[in-house]
């Protein structure tokens, strides 16, 4: 069964970070570009960053460039989301996705094909 799990989700307060985690099992993730989305309360969806299934291509939100990072492990079947300069607006729950598209990554929510459950993530002081 093909599963995505996230994790590393938490309470920061501004300014702080955190590290997601997307986990996958029942499938390779090398296959597949992996993107991160996040959903706020009463707001949509909305793409945050994605990589390539290679890892060489990445994309982000203007909202978390520069301080967002994406990464992936490919042998750990794992990809990361490395949040610094954390604020307000960044609460959100945030979900991994998977998309088999050959190269590049995009991020539409349309387009990926297999999602995790989601992590909160909080900032507040």
């Known amino acids: 069964q093909l599963q995505l799990v996230e994790s590393g989700g938490g309470l920061v307060q501004p300014g702080g970070s955190l590290r997601l985690s997307c986990a996958a099992s029942?499938?390779?993730?090398?296959?597949?570009?992996i993107g991160w989305f996040r959903q706020a309360p009463g707001k949509e969806r909305e793409g945050v960053s994605c990589i390539s299934n290679s890892g060489r291509s990445t994309n982000y939100a203007d909202s978390v460039k520069g301080r967002f990072t994406i990464s992936r492990d490919n042998a750990r079947n794992t990809v990361y989301l490395q949040m610094n300069s954390l604020i307000a607006e960044d609460t959100a729950i945030y979900y991994c996705?998977?998309?088999?598209?050959?190269?590049?990554?995009?991020?539409?929510?349309?387009?990926?094909?297999?999602w995790g459950q989601g992590t909160q993530v909080g900032v507040s002081s």
């Open positions: 996705a998977a998309d088999r598209i050959r190269y590049g990554c995009r991020l539409y929510v349309s387009s990926y094909d297999y």
């Open positions: 029942g499938f390779t993730l090398d296959d597949y570009a």
